[in-house]
């Protein structure tokens, strides 16, 4: 089954963040390293990794995954992409540090452009920061988005275009982020729908590239390109999709990470829902299973 956990912050140390997930009882969590809407962060000092290392030793968090800054576009060109570049392999180099083994990246804008262009930029981009970090083991993540503008990673086949032009290098998988794919037109909103879309990553590139799942209700309709996270079934998108996914066994140790908002029910409410969800689902598929006796 995937690891329940939530984007949590990591105000006054990276270390700080495993307290907070531990006290929520996290299995996973995503951070962001530094500030996303910065090139770059202050970089820890050797005693703030190590408390880090330490502190997630002692905790229940299995896994942790980091975000990264909202400002990269690898898509892009000239400055931005250079600086992209750069940015990123600093964030892999963090990582690496930190003993976290897989960074969600967004991928990026055309900004007007073509987006075929786009997505040579992203595939040329992602082959260069690889190189730059052969011996770092982190895995990128490109998340799918709600397709907003110029954005990509609205479709599916823009990942399999993005793998194919870099052989399938095996340090790159995908970030499925449920509030996002439904705002692109994906409806996951009954058990079919989520069977469907699941089949869909498979059939693309094999459920084995995805290293983390993104949980929350969307505020928008189903293919309205909005993406405005909500908690868990008091969306558009309901609870069925997330009960399903809480019990998935074909994404077991995948982290997946609330990214609701933090008002209202919080982390706290929202990860208790995912919990009875799964409860609930495991017994339903137990009874399935000894076929309706029990
Ligand atoms: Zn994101
Ligand atoms: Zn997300």
């Known amino acids: 089954m995937p690891l329940l956990g939530a984007h949590i912050s990591s105000a006054g140390g990276l270390h700080r963040a495993v307290e907070r997930a531990s006290a929520l009882g996290c299995e996973a969590m995503q951070i962001f390293t530094h500030n996303p809407l910065q090139w770059q962060g202050k970089t820890p ?33 000239g400055y931005v992409r250079n600086h992209s570049i750069d940015a990123v392999i600093r964030e892999i180099e963090l990582c690496y540090q930190l003993g976290i083994d897989s960074l969600v990246l967004h991928p990026g804008s055309s900004r007007g452009g073509s987006r075929a262009g786009a997505l040579s930029n992203l595939a040329g981009a992602l082959e260069k920061i690889i190189d730059r970090t052969i011996d770092k083991n982190v895995v990128i993540l490109l998340e ?59 059939r693309h590139f094999g459920l084995g590239r995805v290293g983390c799942w993104h949980l929350s209700d969307n505020k928008g309709a189903l293919g309205s390109n909005i993406d405005r996270h909500e908690h868990i079934g008091q969306g558009a998108i309901g609870i069925i999709p997330f009960s399903m996914l809480v019990s998935d066994e074909r994404f077991a140790d995948t982290p997946a990470i609330l990214e609701t908002p933090k008002e209202g029910v919080g982390d706290a409410g929202n990860l208790a829902l995912l919990r009875k969800l799964r409860g609930a689902e495991r017994q339903a598929a137990d009874t399935r299973r000894s076929g309706g006796r029990g």
């Open 45 to 77: 000092s050797p005693a703030g990794i190590d408390a880090f290392r330490r502190t997630l030793l002692e905790s229940g968090v299995k896994k942790v995954t980091a975000h990264a800054s909202y400002l990269i576009n690898l898509a892009g060109d």
């Open 144 to 202: 799918t988005m709600a397709g907003q503008g110029d954005i990509l990673g609205s479709s599916i086949d823009e990942f399999e275009t993005v793998f194919e032009a870099m052989s399938w290098n095996n340090r790159l998988g995908v970030c499925a982020d449920v509030c996002h794919v439904f705002g692109a037109g994906v409806d996951v909103r009954s058990e079919e729908g989520y069977l469907r879309f699941v089949s869909s990553l498979d």
